[in-house]
C-alpha cells in the first residue's frame, strides 16, 4: 500500500522561501513518478513539477526558476523547495505517484493513482 504525507505548508511573506516534503512509503515500483500539483479553490489541481526514478526534472512554466523538486531515495521523501514565493503561489500542494514514466508535468491529475492530503501554503503580501 502505497501512502504518501506532504508537510511543511505554513505561511510565509511574499519573496520568502518554504520547503515541502512528501514521505513515501510502500513505493517499490522499480520505475516510477513523482509529482508535486497545487490546487486553488475552485480550481483542478496543476502540475508544477515532476521527477522520476532516475532523477529526471521537469516543470512548469509558472514554477521554473523558483522551485526545485528533489528525492532523497534512501529516506524515500520527496521535497519541493520554493522561492521567490508570491501571493499567487497561495494554495493547498499535493504529491503524486506512479509506477512508470512521468507524463507531462501539465498532466491532468487522474493520470496518478497515489496522492497524500495536501499541505496549505499561504502568502502574504
Known amino acids: 500500500l502505497v501512502r504518501l504525507a506532504e508537510s511543511g505548508g505554513g505561511s510565509v511573506q511574499a519573496g520568502g522561501s518554504l520547503r515541502l516534503s512528501c514521505a513515501a512509503s510502500g513505493l517499490t515500483y522499480p520505475v516510477y513518478c513523482m509529482a508535486w500539483y497545487r490546487q486553488f479553490p475552485g480550481q483542478e489541481r496543476e502540475g508544477l513539477a515532476t521527477?522520476?526514478?532516475?532523477?529526471?526534472?521537469t516543470y512548469a512554466d509558472s514554477v521554473k526558476g523558483r522551485f526545485t523538486i528533489s528525492q532523497d531515495n534512501a529516506k524515500h521523501i520527496l521535497f519541493l523547495q520554493m522561492g521567490s514565493l508570491k501571493p499567487d503561489d497561495t494554495a493547498t500542494y499535493y504529491c503524486?505517484?506512479?509506477?512508470?514514466?512521468?507524463?507531462?508535468?501539465?498532466?491532468?491529475?487522474?493520470?496518478?493513482?497515489?496522492w497524500g492530503q495536501g499541505t496549505q501554503v499561504t502568502v502574504s503580501l
Open positions: 503524486a505517484a506512479d509506477s512508470g514514466r512521468c507524463p507531462a508535468v501539465t498532466a491532468r491529475d487522474y493520470t496518478y493513482v497515489h
Open positions: 521527477i522520476d526514478s532516475d532523477d529526471r526534472r
